[in-house]
Structure formats: structure tokens, C-alpha cells
């Protein structure tokens, strides 16, 4: 399976401040990916679906001008959080998706992300 | 969105006992997938399951696609300590997670 790298694993910045997490496809050439956030004890919820070249799909209630998607590349995507505020804090993961929509997708480790 | 309700929501096990959970979706799907996730990290996949009635094993797991193609079941035979973690079923026709199945073992 693919190989996902995320990048920071852990950021605790002030509130107001822009944070920018990446997430690399570092054996696959991705043309989507996805990013997801996770609160304590809760599952995953879909945040986006990134598509290189384009812009990206957000789900319903996901702020685009809030979180912003970049995925300029075959193998990054970069998620910013702009403007964050406390109720932002969480953990967020990309994941590659190797083939069609019934293909597994594979997952980066996480970023924690904590604003104070 | 799409629900998928996962049951039970947590359990609580002596090492060595086998472990059932399973799955349920509003929705037909064309895929299931089983994911584990350790605290701290990103899921990893367990089992992928394609076709309706399709029961398949990796190691001490064996998870099936139900007939219906609503809802899918793990097993996990004999459990070890490191079987610890949330258990995540997710269905591909968009990537939707279940809302897991929290597993602790009691020492």
C-alpha cells in the first residue's frame, strides 16, 4: 500500500494564528486525497477530498475560506487552518486514495493540533 | 451523510477470548473495510471485503460482507494485548467511517 507521510505530528500554536499540516504520498502518484478530523472518542469525520490540479470538494457545514486545500502535486497536499481558534483543536488526517472509490485508502499518522 | 453504526460501542475482554463486532449502514455499499486505529495515529487497514457474502481472514481476523450489503462483521480470535485500540468499519462508495468499537483488555 501506499506510504503516507503527515507533517507536523503535533502543533500547539495561539489563537488568530495559521496553521499549515502537509501530507505527502511518498510512493504514489495521488491524484486525491482525503482529510479527515477526528475529536476525542469520536470517528472520522470527512472534512474534503483534495484533487490535484483542481479545486477541492468540501463537505457540507466544512468552512473552504476556513480550511484551505492545496494540492498542487501528485504526492502533496497541504491543509491550512487559518484564523484558528480553540473550538479548532483537533486531530487531523490525510489519506491517499491508491485506485478507484472501492479502493482502500491509506493513511497518514495524524496531526494534533492544539490552539491555546 | 451516509451512518454507519458500529456495535458495541466499547468492550471490555480477558486476554484470550474472542472478540465480535459488526457494522451496520443506512446505504448499500460495494466495498467494506476494517481499520484499526492505536491512540495517537492514523487507522491502518485490517480487511477489505468486495463482494456480497465474501468472508475473508487475515490472521486472527475474519471479517464477512453481509448478503444484504448493508452491514459486514469482525472477529478477532484470541485476543492479544495488542489487539488494544478502536476498531473502524468504513464503506468506499465514499470514504465514511463507522463509529468504532473501542477494545480494552483486561489484564
Known amino acids: 500500500g501506499a506510504v503516507v507521510s503527515q507533517h507536523p505530528s503535533r502543533v500547539i500554536c495561539k489563537s488568530g494564528t495559521s496553521v499549515k499540516i502537509e501530507c505527502r504520498s511518498l510512493?504514489?502518484?495521488?491524484?486525491?486525497m482525503f482529510w479527515y478530523r477526528q475529536f476525542p472518542k469520536q470517528s472520522l469525520m470527512l472534512m474534503a477530498t483534495?484533487?490535484?490540479?483542481?479545486?477541492?470538494?468540501?463537505e457540507q457545514g466544512v468552512e473552504k475560506d476556513k480550511f484551505l486545500i492545496n494540492h498542487a502535486s501528485l504526492t502533496l497536499s497541504t491543509l491550512t487552518v487559518t484564523s484558528a481558534h480553540p473550538e479548532d483543536s483537533s486531530f487531523y488526517i490525510c489519506?491517499?486514495?491508491?485506485?478507484?472509490?472501492?479502493?482502500?485508502?491509506?493513511f497518514g499518522d495524524g496531526t494534533r493540533l492544539s490552539i491555546l | 451523510g451516509q451512518q454507519l453504526n458500529q456495535s458495541p460501542q466499547s468492550m471490555f475482554i480477558q486476554e484470550g477470548e474472542d472478540v465480535s463486532m459488526n457494522c451496520t449502514s443506512s446505504s448499500i455499499f460495494n466495498t467494506w473495510l476494517w481499520y484499526k486505529q492505536d491512540p495517537g495515529e492514523g487507522p491502518v487497514l485490517l480487511i477489505a471485503l468486495y463482494k456480497a457474502g465474501e468472508l475473508t481472514s487475515n490472521g486472527r481476523l475474519t471479517a464477512q460482507f453481509g448478503i444484504t450489503r448493508k452491514d459486514s462483521f469482525l472477529n478477532i480470535s484470541a485476543s492479544i494485548p495488542s489487539d488494544v485500540g478502536i476498531y473502524f468499519c468504513a464503506g468506499q462508495l465514499r470514504p465514511w467511517f463507522g463509529t468504532g468499537t473501542r477494545l480494552t483488555i483486561i489484564p
Open positions: 483534495s484533487n490535484e490540479g483542481s479545486k477541492a470538494t468540501y
Open positions: 510512493d504514489f502518484q495521488a491524484t486525491t
Open positions: 489519506s491517499v486514495a491508491t485506485g478507484g472509490v472501492n479502493q482502500p485508502q491509506h
